[in-house]
């Protein structure tokens, strides 16, 4: 079993930064595909980044793509978002997932295993 946590969220301005973490706990991270998807209120959860289990390839949804960065320490047995240039649109509950051992550019929620808490991201206008 592996329990996520995340951290980070928060309230912030649109145009500033937030950096979320995802800390692994009961087994190591490094054997699986990470992802962080995120549900706003009345939406469905969608998809916003993953890592694949070696931390070579990243995909990002349309919408954060150049704004935010994926990336993993294996060795802390955390995965990290840094989120820039934020929207009034990028608020939502965002949550970290794993799973798929040894696999990468996992998008469906269906394809992980684990999944943590959430944290709140606001982003005000």
């Known amino acids: 079993q592996v329990q996520l946590v995340e951290s980070g969220g928060g309230l912030v301005q649109a145009g500033g930064s937030l950096r979320l973490s995802c800390a692994a706990s009961?087994?190591?991270?490094?054997?699986?595909?990470m992802g962080w998807f995120r549900q706003a209120p009345g939406k469905e959860r969608e998809f916003v980044a993953t890592i694949s289990w070696s931390g070579g390839s990243t995909v990002y949804a349309d919408s954060v793509k150049g704004r935010f960065t994926i990336s993993r320490d294996n060795a802390k047995n955390t995965v990290n978002l840094q989120m820039n240039s934020l929207k009034p649109e990028d608020t939502a509950v965002y949550y970290c997932a794993a799973g798929g051992d040894y696999m990468s550019n996992l998008r469906r929620g269906a394809e992980y295993d684990y999944w943590g808490q959430g944290t709140q991201v606001t982003v005000s206008s």
């Open positions: 009961g087994r190591t991270l490094s054997r699986y595909a």
